[in-house]
């Protein structure tokens, strides 16, 4: 029987990670004795998020990125090898979403989706790749959605950009498991986070399709969790989807 390895030592680079889900992971990630690398382009969330980590013994530096710049994330990866070692983990958190109807062309809020949600999970990959492969190890975690892998009204560029990060994923999964690398996707539905409080810019849409009021939604601690188990596990062993949902809103 296999035993879960410890997860103490290892390096993981976290996107996204001045609040919310990424903070959450790399708080957890933390506690386990990982070293973290917290990304965003929040500075002084971000340092922040980095002073509670190491105020209770962990290892975590920051790093000002905006996972839309591909020289950034480089630069990111590279800082992060430097001062902490090579990425055994990558959290690929960075994300934004809007409630839109189609029918509003709101083309700025698209493109915005597209280029964090989609380019800017791309740019981590391709920072980090090349290394893992050459070290036939590695962990690659997406935060991906409840809406990729069913459509919802009301946010349909988001729920595109996730079923692309479902779709890439699956794909890349079958391409680098020979190399060591796992490749998982974590799918949460409705999550408290700071992103969700922020001003709508298609009140029609909000007030057609928001439904997060209506029960208890999921906190960012519990999707840590998941990053956490599937982190986890034995190296012959791949947790390749995790789907976490408030219990009243099933897909």
């Known amino acids: 029987m296999s035993e879960t390895p410890s997860l103490s030592g290892k390096v993981a680079m976290i996107t996204g990670a001045s609040t919310g889900i990424g903070k959450a992971s790399a708080v957890a990630l933390a506690k386990l004795g990982v070293k973290v690398a917290l990304a965003a382009r929040s500075e002084d969330a971000l340092q ?53 109807l189609m029918t509003n062309l709101k083309e700025d809020a698209w493109e915005e989706m597209i280029d964090i949600n989609c380019k800017g999970v ?53 391409e680098v498991a020979q190399h060591g690398i796992r490749m998982t996707n974590v799918q949460p539905g409705k999550v408290a986070t700071p992103g969700a409080l922020k001003a709508p810019i298609d009140t029609a849409a909000v007030e057609l399709y928001n439904t997060s009021t209506e029960v208890q939604v999921l906190d960012a601690e519990d999707v840590a969790r998941a990053v956490v188990y599937a982190a986890s596990q034995p190296s012959h062993v791949a947790v390749n989807e995790v789907l976490v949902q408030p219990l009243l809103r099933p897909v």
């Open 48 to 100: 922040k998020a980095v002073e509670e980590i190491t105020s209770q013994g962990g290892t975590a530096i920051g790093v000002k990125t905006d996972v839309t710049k591909r020289d950034q994330v480089k630069a990111l990866a590279a800082e992060t090898e430097s001062k902490l070692g090579p990425v055994d983990i990558v959290v690929n958190s960075a994300g934004i979403w809007y409630y839109t």
């Open 122 to 174: 791309l740019n981590s990959i391709g920072a980090v790749l090349d290394s893992m492969v050459k070290r036939k190890t590695g962990h690659i975690i997406n935060i991906s959605s409840d809406s990729g892998r069913r459509p919802f009204e009301g946010i349909a560029v988001y729920g595109g950009t996730k079923y692309f990060v479902e779709g890439m994923t699956a794909c890349m999964r079958r």
